[in-house]
């Protein structure tokens, strides 16, 4: 791409920021009146207007303020997968192979692989490959896919 093209493209993109931000009306989400989604204690999903109380903020402050029911009912979900990972873990290891659940781009497929000496943020590992291929056959690829992966094939694409 030369240097007018990717000046064209920048330029395009900006109209289109601009563009969310006047649809938005520039306001960070929530305000006050704003309606919201979060997620109580049994994994139910509720809904509620922003008034900025003080247990507001801290739900806010953990990630658990939606914007959308569909984006809590997804959270719900994401936790119960990796719950159910869980189940299959163990803390990592420093002196031995820590095994874990990949998805592969090229192949479009979940892989598991191990590593030695670092530590990856968010990541369930396992103590062996076997383990791992459990735990992906008691939660299922799709799911894992989906929730852990954001992932969502359509007829095999």
């Known amino acids: 791409m030369n240097l007018q093209e990717e000046l064209k493209a920048l ?13 938005e009306g520039g306001k960070e ?11 109580d204690t049994t994994g139910d999903v509720y809904d509620e207007n922003w008034e900025c109380f003080s ?16 984006q809590a009912e997804f ?3 994401k936790l119960k997968v990796e719950a159910e990972l869980r189940k299959f873990s163990r803390p990592i290891d420093y002196e031995d192979r820590n095994w874990a659940i990949l998805w592969d781009i090229d192949k479009k497929s979940i892989e ?5 000496g ?8 396992f103590e062996s490959k076997e383990k791992a291929q459990q735990a992906i056959e008691a939660v299922g690829e799709e799911r894992i896919k989906k929730y852990i992966f954001g992932v969502e094939e359509l007829n095999g694409n």
Not at 112 to 116: A, E, I, K, L
Not at 118 to 125: A, K, L, S
């Open 11 to 23: 330029k395009e993109r900006i109209v289109e920021l601009e563009e969310q931000v006047e649809k």
């Open 29 to 39: 989400f929530p305000q006050d009146g704003d309606g919201y989604w979060y997620i």
């Open 55 to 70: 247990f507001e903020k801290a739900t806010l402050e953990i990630g658990n303020v939606f914007k959308t029911k569909e």
């Open 75 to 77: 959270a719900v979900e």
């Open 112 to 116: 598991t692989r191990y590593n030695y």
């Open 118 to 125: 670092m530590v990856r943020q968010g990541t369930i590992y």
